[in-house]
């Protein structure tokens, strides 16, 4: 298998006849071996009955149906478990990503990349919208040190290997090219046409958690993921022994007064010296916790350190 094609998808019943049947006009005309799969990500509308009309007229076409809706990030993993193809597309699927830009991907990856991210350039959102993506993009790029526009595209491809050793969960859907160059892959991107969804809406909607949740502790999230994935003791740890220090400089500072016979019970600076060697001690006690996980999720295999020939790559 050359070329997987993998389409998450929520309630998304009007746009997949349209959808597939573009797309397998691209792909015929690619001369590739390939496979189209559909994950549906707990629709409750007509999407899987269409899927399955589709895949039982087509062999290239397999439909994937989650248990319930687990959101884009579960739902593209299982496609990223599932497909066999050497080079793997990703894209949405209300027709916003068009299908006529693949064989541009294609040529891009084999410049030597392993991931290609499409850019939105012009984008065909509501303004909100655009903004605050790029406010995101802007702090998540600042923050990886990856120099890409558009981090949270979901047309993009991949080689095989990539998709493999990524684990995607909550919403790191939208930080794949982070992810990737933080593995040491090779990130590049290209400019792809944008259409307006045309049927059903947005399902990335209006609420304001979300918001918050997306554009500051996500960034933050990535910081953590960045320098201290590996050892937690490090971040806690930092934190907690200045917290610890300050405690103790204060309760020092309290029983040389005390000792000179000053009463101190009633001092709320006694307080906070407590408070914070408390916190000191919880903090360097959870990096420590952190440590123990990663030391027992660190996997045998140390393949994904090593650098491959370009050759080996293409194969
Ligand atoms: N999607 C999904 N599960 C979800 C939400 C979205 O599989 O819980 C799919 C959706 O059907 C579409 C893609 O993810 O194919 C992008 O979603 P959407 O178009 O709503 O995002 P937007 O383009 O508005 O950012
Ligand atoms: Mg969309």
């Not at 918001?211 to 993921?225: E, G």
């Not at 960045?226 to 300050?246: C, E, M, V």
Request: glycine residues 8%.
């Amino acid at each position: 298998m050359d070329l997987s094609v993998v389409i998450p998808l929520y309630n998304e019943e009007e746009s997949l006849r349209p959808l597939n049947k573009i797309l397998k006009n691209v792909l015929g005309k690619l001369n590739v071996k390939y496979e189209i799969l559909y994950i549906d990500d707990g629709s409750r509308d007509e999407s899987v009955k269409i899927l399955k009309e589709i895949s039982s007229n087509d062999k290239h076409v397999k439909v994937i149906e989650l248990k319930r809706n687990f959101g884009k990030s579960i739902a593209l993993a299982v496609g990223f478990d599932k497909l066999v193809g050497d080079l793997v597309i990703t894209m949405d699927a209300d027709l916003q990503d068009d299908p006529e830009e693949i064989p541009k991907l294609i040529e891009q990856i084999e410049k030597n990349y392993d991931l290609v991210s499409g850019w939105k350039y012009k984008r065909k959102d509501p303004l909100v919208k655009i903004l605050s993506s790029k406010i995101f993009n802007f702090t998540v790029s600042l923050l990886s040190g990856l120099k890409i526009h558009d981090f949270n595209c979901g047309f993009k491809i991949y080689r095989k290997e990539v998709v493999k050793s990524i684990e995607l969960y909550g919403e790191l859907h939208r930080f794949l090219p982070f992810l990737a160059y933080q593995q040491g892959f090779k990130v590049g991107e290209i400019k792809v046409k944008h259409n307006v969804r045309q049927f059903g809406e947005s399902k990335y909607g209006r609420s304001g958690l979300k918001r918050l949740s997306n554009y500051i502790l996500d960034p933050i999230n990535v910081v953590f993921l960045t320098k201290y994935q590996r050892k937690p003791a490090h971040f806690f740890g930092n934190i907690g022994l200045i917290s610890f220090a300050i405690g103790l400089l204060i309760s020092i500072y309290l029983t040389v007064i005390w000792f000179m016979g000053q009463g101190i019970g009633n001092r709320p600076l006694l307080f906070l010296g407590v408070l914070l060697m408390i916190i000191g001690i919880q903090l360097v006690s959870m990096g420590f916790l952190g440590e123990l996980i990663v030391r027992e999720n660190i996997s045998k295999s140390k393949d994904k350190y090593v650098k491959k020939h370009d050759k080996e790559l293409v194969e």
